[in-house]
């Protein structure tokens, strides 16, 4: 599984971003699909996730302000995370997931990550 995160950029404090996570196989064909953030010097995060049945689940730190989505039946291969009432504390690098427990090991893909700068 290839995926491929954008939709990163500068927004001020308060603003919104979607993000994109495009996969190169049906997000069904794993087991969850997960966004991250790594702020600079900081270890990376877990921030939302959605599995395969499509529940979704967030870290308490963004809960209320992040939504993690599917695009189905358009667009299976796609998982974004919508961003609202950004604070610089999000500022970071995101990466999106896609983990499969259904084969051993564990399938666990990686994106190469987009930037986001929240500015004061």
């Known amino acids: 599984v290839q995926l491929q995160a954008s939709g990163g950029g500068l927004v001020q404090s308060g603003g919104s971003l979607r993000l994109s996570c495009e996969s190169s196989?049906?997000?069904?064909?794993?087991?969850?699909m997960r966004w991250f953030r790594q702020a600079q010097g900081k270890q990376r995060e877990l921030l939302a996730s959605?599995?395969?049945?499509?529940?979704?689940?967030?870290a308490d730190g963004v809960k209320g302000r992040f939504t993690i989505s599917r695009d189905i039946p358009n667009n299976d291969k796609v998982v974004y995370l919508q961003m609202t009432n950004l604070d610089p504390a999000d500022t970071g690098v995101y990466y999106c997931?896609?983990?499969?427990?259904?084969?051993?090991?564990?399938?666990?893909?990686w994106g190469q990550g987009t930037l986001v700068t929240v500015s004061s």
């Open positions: 959605i599995t395969r049945a499509g529940v979704t689940d967030y």
């Open positions: 997931n896609a983990k499969d427990y259904t084969t051993s090991p564990s399938g666990d893909w």
């Open positions: 196989e049906s997000i069904f064909s794993v087991s969850i």
